[in-house]
Nanobody, 127 residues
Framework: VQLQASGGGLVQAGGSLRLSCAAS????????MGWFRQTPGKEREFVAA????????YITDSLKGRFTISRDSAKNTVSLQMNSLKPEDTAVYYC?????????????????????WGQGTLVTVSS
C-alpha cells in the first residue's frame, strides 16, 4: 500500500493550499487517516485526523479555524485545506493511515498509531 501526498508548494502568508493524499489500493481499508507535519530538528507533530467511516474529524487546537480535513471515499483520498497560512506553517506535511480501532477521533494523534505513511509534501509559507 502506498500513500501519495501532493499539493505542497510555495505560498505567501495569508494564502491557501490544499493537500491531497491518495491511497494506491482501492481495497485497502483502514479506520482513520491523519496529517502530520515536521520541520528540521523537530519531532513530527499531529495536524488532523478523520475517520474513514462516518464524519468524526479532529484538528489540533492550534490550527482550528484555519485548517480543515475532509475525505472522498469514492476516490480513496483525504484532503487538508489550509487557509490563512503563516510562515510557521512551513513544514513537510505527511499523510498517514491507521488501522487502530479507537472510538474517539481525538485518540488518533500519536505517530505510533499509524502504520502507513506517504512520502511528504513540502509547504513553504513566505512572509
Amino acid at each position: 500500500v502506498q500513500l501519495q501526498a501532493s499539493g505542497g508548494g510555495l505560498v505567501q502568508a495569508g494564502g491557501s493550499l490544499r493537500l491531497s493524499c491518495a491511497a494506491s489500493e482501492s481495497t485497502f481499508t483502514y479506520n482513520a487517516m491523519g496529517w502530520f507535519r515536521q520541520t528540521p530538528g523537530k519531532e513530527r507533530e499531529f495536524v488532523a485526523a478523520i475517520k474513514w467511516r462516518g464524519s468524526p474529524r479532529y484538528i489540533t487546537d492550534s490550527l482550528k479555524g484555519r485548517f480543515t480535513i475532509s475525505r472522498d471515499s469514492a476516490k480513496n483520498t483525504v484532503s487538508l485545506q489550509m487557509n490563512s497560512l503563516k510562515p510557521e506553517d512551513t513544514a513537510v506535511y505527511y499523510c498517514a493511515a491507521s488501522n487502530r480501532d479507537y472510538s474517539a477521533i481525538y485518540d488518533y494523534v500519536n505517530i505510533r498509531d499509524y502504520s502507513y505513511w506517504g512520502q511528504g509534501t513540502l509547504v513553504t509559507v513566505s512572509s
